[in-house]
T-cell receptor, first 112, second 114 residues
Framework: DAKTTQPTSMDCAEGRAANLPCNHSTISGNEYVYWYRQIHSQGPQYIIHGLKNNETNEMASLIITEDRKSSTLILPHATLRDTAVYYCIVRGYGGATNKLIFGTGTLLAVQP | NAGVTQTPKFQVLKTGQSMTLQCAQDMNHEYMSWYRQDPGMGLRLIHYSVGAGITDQGEVPNGYNVSRSTTEDFPLRLLSAAPSQTSVYFC?????????????FGSGTRLTVV
């Protein structure tokens, strides 16, 4: 499984965009980039995933560099409820490669 | 559609006792997994299953047993609880039918071993 590197913590002002970076320089061609978040004491919540192209859904946008060695999760208008630990995970598709291995994540603190 | 249901939500065990943490999903997902999360740490994979009758070890399998007799259920057994197994346990499921999907997590079981 490819490893990911994320900053330990970040701050963001409420209403501003939160940009969370992730490095995954050893990602292989068939591995996806997934983002999850965990709000205190709750189970992790799926946010978004992508392979090559940029992706957007109702929660966030995912920007993947052309060489796929890094990505950025963008929360366009952060609110206090977005304060959580955000995990960037590289995951294969199918069989045993489908398993999800978590790193330490980034603690995003949204400030009022 | 209940998603992933874990029971119990809280449990206190004495050292050496055994118990089973229950996990059930109603989404017909092929993949199911168990994680533990210690205070201030990320989630660590204990065991996972790619379908009924098929299980495999994750990062920290020692002290835990699993079986998958049905698609819906994936119980985690602690045969002889130890204080080091005090943690929050999360169950998760995922489907790959027709595409690549994210995991759905349960709300967790908070286990204390004294």
């Amino acid at each position: 499984d490819a490893k990911t590197t994320q900053p330990t913590s970040m701050d963001c002002a409420e209403g501003r965009a939160a940009n969370l970076p992730c490095n995954h320089s050893t990602i292989s061609g068939n591995e996806y980039v997934y983002w999850y978040r965990q709000i205190h004491s709750q189970g992790p919540q799926y946010i978004i995933h992508g392979l090559k192209n940029n992706e957007t859904n109702e929660m966030a946008s995912l920007i993947i560099t052309e060489d796929r060695k890094s990505s950025t999760l963008i929360l366009p208008h952060a609110t206090l409820r977005d304060t959580a630990v955000y995990y960037c995970i590289v995951r294969g598709y199918g069989g045993a490669t489908n398993k999800l291995i978590f790193g330490t994540g980034t603690l995003l603190a949204v400030q009022p | 559609n209940a998603g992933v249901t874990q029971t119990p939500k809280f449990q206190v065990l004495k050292t050496g006792q055994s118990m089973t943490l229950q996990c059930a999903q109603d989404m017909n997902h092929e993949y199911m997994s168990w994680y533990r999360q210690d205070p201030g740490m990320g989630l660590r994979l204990i065991h996972y299953s790619v379908g009924a009758g098929i299980t495999d070890q994750g990062e920290v399998p020692n002290g835990y047993n699993v079986s998958r007799s049905t698609t819906e259920d994936f119980p985690l057994r602690l045969l002889s609880a130890a204080p080091s197994q005090t943690s929050v346990y999360f169950c998760a499921s995922s489907s790959i039918s027709g595409g690549v999907y994210g995991y759905t997590f349960g709300s967790g079981t908070r286990l204390t071993v004294v």
